[in-house]
C-alpha cells in the first residue's frame, strides 16, 4: 500500500511539475507574444511617425522652394519692370529735354524754360504713373503723347508741327488701350 501510495504520489507530483511546466510554457508563449505584438506595434509607430516625419518635411521642401520661387519670380518681374521703364523712358530723349530747358535758360527765355519743364515733369509724371498701369483711359494716353511730341517739337528746334484730333465722344475717350501704346510709334515717326 505504501508503494502504491507513493507510486500515486510520484505521478500526481509529476503530473504537478507537468502541468505547472505547462501553464510556465503557456505563459512563456503569452509573454512572447505579447512583447512581439508590441514590438510590432512600437515598429509601426516607428515607421508612421518616420513616414509622417518624411511627408512633413517634404510638404516643407516644398512650401518653402514654392516661396523662393515666388520670391524669385517677383525679383525678376520687378527688375524686368524696371528695364521696361527704362526703355520707355529714354534716357537720350531725357537728356536731350533738359538740355533743351538749359538752353532756354542760357538765352534768359524764362518763360520757354518754364513752359517746357512744365511740360517735361507732366510727361515725367504720367508716364511713370501710367507704367503701374495694363490698360490707360485714351484720353489719357493721347494727353501724354501730346506733352511728348510738344517737347520733341522743342527739342528738334521746332521743324515739325502736329495735332491729334479726338471726337468728342465722352465713351470713345474713356476706352481703355494699353499702356505706353502711342508714345513708340511717335518716336519713330519723329525720329525717322
Known amino acids: 500500500q505504501r508503494d502504491l501510495q507513493w507510486k500515486f ?8 511539475l507537468r502541468s505547472a ?18 514590438r510590432a506595434d512600437t515598429r509601426s509607430l516607428l ?3 518616420g513616414g509622417l516625419l518624411l511627408a512633413g518635411a517634404g510638404a516643407w521642401l516644398v512650401i518653402l522652394d514654392r516661396k523662393r520661387r515666388r520670391e524669385r ?11 521696361a521703364l527704362r526703355a520707355q523712358m529714354d534716357p537720350h530723349f531725357i537728356g536731350n ?12 527765355d524764362a518763360r520757354s524754360a518754364s ?10 509724371r504720367s508716364t511713370l504713373e501710367n507704367n503701374r498701369l ?4 485714351l484720353s489719357d494716353e493721347v494727353e501724354t503723347a501730346r506733352t ?8 528738334t528746334g521746332e521743324k515739325f508741327d502736329f495735332s491729334i484730333d479726338l471726337p468728342d465722344d465722352e465713351a470713345t475717350c474713356r476706352t481703355p488701350i494699353p499702356t505706353m501704346l502711342i508714345q513708340p510709334l511717335l518716336e519713330n515717326a519723329v525720329k525717322h
Open 115 to 124: 513752359d517746357l519743364l512744365s511740360r517735361f515733369a507732366q510727361w515725367m
Open 134 to 137: 495694363d490698360e490707360v483711359p
Open 9 to 16: 504520489d510520484r505521478e500526481r507530483l509529476a503530473d504537478s
Open 73 to 83: 519670380f517677383a525679383k525678376q518681374a520687378a527688375q524686368l519692370e524696371a528695364k
Open 97 to 108: 529735354a533738359l538740355h533743351v530747358i538749359n538752353s532756354y535758360l542760357l538765352v534768359n
Open 21 to 38: 511546466q505547462q501553464l510556465r510554457d503557456i505563459e512563456d508563449q503569452r509573454t512572447i507574444a505579447e512583447l512581439r505584438a508590441e
Open 47 to 49: 515607421l508612421g511617425g
Open 148 to 155: 511728348y511730341l510738344a517737347l520733341e517739337r522743342a527739342r
